[in-house]
């Protein structure tokens, strides 16, 4: 039996046995044959989750980038690492050898220690899907230097808050961008940022769409020339184990966004781990995850744990729909990609085209199909298995969290028997408990209940950076002795999982979390707004969409109303950025709150759902009157 490979039903449930009984014993074993290390770890695993404090393979002395780039020169110096497909469909996709890697890998960080990048130092990454995304995340790791990489659709304001919070020293940028026929002014946006970042010192500027954009003398440089000068060897940096690896920002249900802390060696071994098992990964495979490097998806699934695998990893700089609803599965066909990742708001809005779209296309060589970032619905679930599975691709729905770094709950493909909307079980190492509102535990099948996870695994996040406090306070004071996941979920008769959703005020918007408070914050800066409340609503597409209920501070003719919903979804624009925008708005005169003042976003959000017909108890508010008003006037 190999701990490593699973390879059928038996073995699954031996191997998670065994990680159960002896959790520390089993990560060794694999950490031991899988892995490059400079030096062996003293002890395996120290947690607390009551300080919280958890570490793995303590001691031990590595560098990822030599496990993700070094190591596999010797037998697949020549095989693609990463495949490039461009926006446009004419441009040449670009192989990229792990040689060739190696090599960019290397300059990038020689062209960082040239700029003043030291080990532990914050680089902030603002670039849209091209190679030089995945190269700068790597030449940080090759150096010491702690990645932050910022979705390139936030917004500057969003940008600002995420450098300063991490305190970057230096961004990584491009003049702008491709998205389908748009380009975007990526360096105009990071300009306006850093007028709020004292703190940054270098921009390094990639060139991709050729704009004419000023550059701030002393502080903006272009990459080219500098890289053409750099070495292509860099010796790797010796890292600790447990020195962080990078920095990714999630929204929480209140206040800034959580800057998550994952480590090293314990991100890579469960991320390799992951990668090989929920995707029955072979050599020759070309992988493909759509989702961005903005997002953990893509740092895990399409950075580090293919490429600590000596795999090929697609990575696309493009939209679903451009040059036509057909491009996914163009290029399909174009790499022979073997096995697809992506999330359940793209196979609804791909789902809504002509079925032409895929069917001219020879998806043949697919073997695995992949969901993430939010329940897919059984409608998506089974045009996925139909049309592009053709029935013979398993569907791994993957659950996992940003703080989680790696899948924790996933069917082993060809192994776990699939159930549309189910994750089914647990992978080897992970311990999950369901809880009731009470604190106690809920045991047995067939029940719901809060999703709970009670005993550390190797890539979860360390700390928020800066508020370990924070940390303590949203995953290990709701529970004793448990990570809370702010899911809930339920376990039918065999004891697989389905995840329901968020259970706090998060809201999943095409698979992005966006946390209630933020949004309103920022619709509360309009001159006009006295207050507001964010709910979420069914939507076909995107899963949820995002309902505003919001009081004006004079109530203005219905005719302003228009007006005033555009300007405050500019608003969330400036702040956040376009995935945050509403829906729909209603304005009103008031909100249902409790006695002691806290609004009741479940009547909101019923009478958001066209869920009218049981309220629930209203008797308790301070101004039942205003439901009715609200519901007279729904949208
Ligand atoms: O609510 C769960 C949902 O996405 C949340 C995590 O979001 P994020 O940190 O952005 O990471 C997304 C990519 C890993 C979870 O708390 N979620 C993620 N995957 C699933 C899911 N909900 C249902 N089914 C899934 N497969």
């Given at each position: 039996?190999?701990?490593?490979?699973?390879?059928?039903?038996?073995?699954?449930?031996?191997?998670?046995?065994?990680?159960?009984?002896?959790?520390?014993?089993?990560?060794?074993?694999?950490?031991?044959?899988?892995?490059?290390?400079?030096?062996?770890?003293?002890?395996?695993?120290?947690?607390?989750?009551?300080?919280?404090?958890?570490?793995?393979?303590?001691?031990?002395?590595?560098?990822?980038?030599?496990?993700?780039?070094?190591?596999?020169?010797?037998?697949?110096?020549?095989?693609?690492?990463?495949?490039?497909?461009?926006?446009?469909?004419?441009?040449?996709?670009?192989?990229?050898?792990?040689?060739?890697?190696?090599?960019?890998?290397?300059?990038?960080?020689?062209?960082?220690?040239?700029?003043?990048?030291?080990?532990?130092?914050?680089?902030?990454?603002?670039?849209?899907?091209?190679?030089?995304?995945?190269?700068?995340?790597?030449?940080?790791?090759?150096?010491?230097?702690?990645?932050?990489?910022?979705?390139?659709?936030?917004?500057?304001?969003?940008?600002?808050?995420?450098?300063?919070?991490?305190?970057?020293?230096?961004v990584i940028t491009s003049d702008g961008s491709y998205r389908g026929t748009k380009t975007i002014d990526l360096k105009g946006i990071v300009d306006d940022a850093l007028k709020e970042c004292p703190g940054v010192e270098t921009v390094l500027v990639v060139k991709r769409i050729h704009s004419e954009i000023e550059m701030k003398?002393?502080?903006?440089?272009?990459?080219?020339?500098?890289?053409?000068?750099?070495?292509?060897?860099?010796?790797?940096?010796?890292?600790?184990?447990?020195?962080?690896?990078?920095?990714?920002?999630?929204?929480?249900?209140?206040?800034?966004?959580?800057?998550?802390?994952?480590?090293?060696?314990?991100?890579?071994?469960?991320?390799?781990?992951?990668?090989?098992?929920?995707?029955?990964?072979?050599?020759?495979?070309?992988?493909?995850?759509?989702?961005?490097?903005?997002?953990?998806?893509?740092?895990?699934?399409?950075?580090?744990?293919?490429?600590?695998?000596?795999?090929?990893?697609?990575?696309?700089?493009?939209?679903?729909?451009?040059?036509?609803?057909?491009?996914?599965?163009?290029?399909?066909?174009?790499?022979?990609?073997?096995?697809?990742?992506?999330?359940?708001?793209?196979?609804?809005?791909?789902?809504?085209?002509?079925?032409?779209?895929?069917?001219?296309?020879?998806?043949?060589?697919?073997?695995?199909?992949?969901?993430?970032?939010?329940?897919?619905?059984?409608?998506?679930?089974?045009?996925?298995?139909?049309?592009?599975?053709?029935?013979?691709?398993?569907?791994?729905?993957?659950?996992?969290?940003?703080?989680?770094?790696?899948?924790?709950?996933?069917?082993?493909?060809?192994?776990?028997?699939?159930?549309?909307?189910?994750?089914?079980?647990?992978?080897?190492?992970?311990?999950?408990?369901?809880?009731?509102?009470?604190?106690?535990?809920?045991?047995?099948?067939?029940?719901?209940?809060?999703?709970?996870?009670?005993?550390?695994?190797?890539?979860?996040?360390?700390?928020?950076?800066?508020?370990?406090?924070?940390?303590?306070?949203?995953?290990?004071?709701?529970?004793?002795?448990?990570?809370?996941?702010?899911?809930?979920?339920?376990?039918?008769?065999?004891?697989?999982?389905?995840?329901?959703?968020?259970?706090?005020?998060?809201?999943?918007?095409?698979?992005?979390?966006?946390?209630?408070?933020?949004?309103?914050?920022?619709i509360n800066e309009h001159p006009a707004v006295a207050e507001s409340a964010i709910v979420g609503f069914p939507h076909d597409i995107k899963g949820n969409a995002l309902y505003g209920y919001v009081i004006l501070k004079e109530t203005g003719e219905s005719r302003v109303h228009d007006n005033l919903r555009k300007e405050i979804?500019?608003?969330?624009?400036?702040?956040?950025?376009?995935?945050?925008?509403?829906?729909?708005?209603?304005?009103?005169?008031?909100?249902?709150?409790?006695?002691?003042?806290?609004?009741?976003?479940?009547?909101?959000?019923?009478?958001?759902?066209?869920?009218?017909?049981?309220?629930?108890?209203?008797?308790?508010?301070?101004?039942?009157?205003?439901?009715?008003?609200?519901?007279?006037?729904?949208?």
């Amino acid at each position: 039996m190999s701990n490593y490979h699973i390879k059928n039903l038996e073995e699954y449930f031996q191997v998670h046995r065994k990680s159960v009984r002896n959790p520390e014993l089993f990560w060794e074993e694999i950490a031991e044959e899988h892995f490059l290390w400079r030096k062996r770890w003293d002890k395996v695993l120290t947690w607390d989750f009551k300080k919280p404090e958890v570490k793995w393979f303590e001691g031990a002395k590595l560098n990822i980038t030599e496990n993700c780039i070094d190591r596999h020169l010797r037998i697949r110096g020549d095989k693609t690492a990463i495949l490039f497909e461009p926006n446009d469909p004419k441009e040449t996709a670009q192989h990229i050898s792990y040689r060739q890697l190696y090599e960019r890998v290397n300059q990038l960080a020689n062209v960082l220690k040239e700029q003043g990048i030291k080990k532990g130092d914050r680089v902030c990454i603002y670039l849209p899907m091209i190679p030089e995304l995945a190269i700068s995340t790597l030449a940080c790791a090759r150096i010491g230097a702690i990645h932050s990489v910022v979705f390139a659709g936030f917004s500057a304001m969003a940008l600002s808050t995420r450098v300063n919070d991490s305190d970057c020293k230096m961004v990584i940028t491009s003049d702008g961008s491709y998205r389908g026929t748009k380009t975007i002014d990526l360096k105009g946006i990071v300009d306006d940022a850093l007028k709020e970042c004292p703190g940054v010192e270098t921009v390094l500027v990639v060139k991709r769409i050729h704009s004419e954009i000023e550059m701030k003398n002393g502080r903006d440089k272009w990459l080219q020339p500098l890289l053409d000068k750099a070495a292509t060897e860099c010796e790797p940096e010796i890292m600790d184990a447990e020195d962080p690896l990078f920095i990714l920002y999630t929204s929480g249900s209140t206040g800034m966004p959580k800057g998550m802390v994952h480590t090293t060696a314990g991100y890579m071994v469960y991320t390799a781990y992951t990668f090989k098992n929920v995707f029955q990964y072979r050599e020759n495979d070309i992988f493909w995850c759509t989702a961005d490097i903005g997002w953990i998806t893509g740092h895990s699934y399409i950075v580090y744990g293919p490429l600590a695998n000596g795999a090929t990893s697609v990575m696309f700089e493009g939209v679903p729909n451009y040059p036509d609803w057909g491009r996914f599965w163009e290029i399909v066909a174009k790499h022979k990609v073997t096995q697809f990742y992506t999330a359940p708001t793209a196979i609804r809005a791909l789902a809504k085209e002509k079925l032409d779209c895929v069917e001219r296309h020879d998806l043949s060589s697919l073997k695995v199909l992949g969901s993430v970032g939010e329940p897919i619905n059984e409608e998506a679930w089974h045009w996925y298995n139909d049309n592009i599975g053709k029935k013979k691709s398993p569907i791994v729905d993957t659950w996992w969290q940003t703080e989680t770094g790696g899948i924790m709950i996933s069917p082993i493909p060809y192994i776990t028997p699939t159930k549309p909307t189910y994750a089914t079980f647990p992978l080897p190492g992970i311990q999950l408990t369901l809880m009731d509102e009470h604190g106690e535990e809920i045991t047995g099948n067939q029940v719901d209940g809060r999703l709970c996870i009670k005993f550390p695994w190797p890539s979860m996040a360390r700390t928020i950076w800066g508020n370990h406090k924070r940390y303590k306070e949203t995953y290990f004071s709701t529970y004793e002795n448990q990570y809370f996941t702010g899911d809930g979920a339920l376990r039918d008769e065999v004891g697989y999982y389905r995840i329901t959703g968020r259970v706090d005020d998060v809201i999943i918007v095409s698979g992005h979390n966006l946390g209630t408070a933020p949004i309103e914050d920022s619709i509360n800066e309009h001159p006009a707004v006295a207050e507001s409340a964010i709910v979420g609503f069914p939507h076909d597409i995107k899963g949820n969409a995002l309902y505003g209920y919001v009081i004006l501070k004079e109530t203005g003719e219905s005719r302003v109303h228009d007006n005033l919903r555009k300007e405050i979804n500019q608003i969330i624009t400036e702040h956040i950025g376009p995935i945050a925008k509403l829906d729909k708005i209603q304005f009103t005169s008031g909100l249902p709150k409790t006695r002691s003042g806290k609004i009741m976003r479940r009547i909101l959000r019923k009478i958001a759902c066209n869920e009218t017909d049981n309220l629930g108890d209203t008797s308790t508010l301070l101004n039942p009157e205003v439901v009715q008003e609200i519901m007279d006037n729904a949208l």
